[in-house]
């Protein structure tokens, strides 16, 4: 029997079938999922940190987790600085450390 070409796998010489593996899941990861790093109650805003090359844009709402239930929304509105960048408190309440994502 002759030995596959380069860069051809065993599914793809002729007569080879694929077989599924039903044990694999595949989920969508979170794009935008960052932490409050700081919060201002009497300005009504908060500083978030995320990770290099997650940054929302200005102008998008996003939602605010604390073990796991929605307490509060955000309006990302900047400055941006580095990892940082502000958002003004629309609705609820946040704290140091909550989760903020879209949804």
Do not use: H, W
């Not at 793809?12 to 979170?30: E, F, H, I, M």
């Amino acid at each position: 029997m002759a030995s596959p070409s380069p860069g051809t796998t065993a599914n793809s010489l002729p007569g080879a079938t694929a077989k599924a593996n039903p044990s694999v899941t595949v989920t969508p990861g979170r794009a935008t999922t960052g932490r409050i790093a700081a919060v201002n109650p009497a300005g009504r805003f908060v500083v978030l940190t995320f990770p290099l090359g997650t940054m929302p844009p200005v102008e998008k709402r996003l939602n605010v987790y604390r073990s796991g239930l929605k307490v509060g929304e955000l309006k990302v509105t900047g400055p941006q600085l580095d990892i940082n960048i502000d958002a003004d408190i629309v609705a609820g309440e946040c704290q140091v450390g909550d989760e903020v994502r879209e949804d």
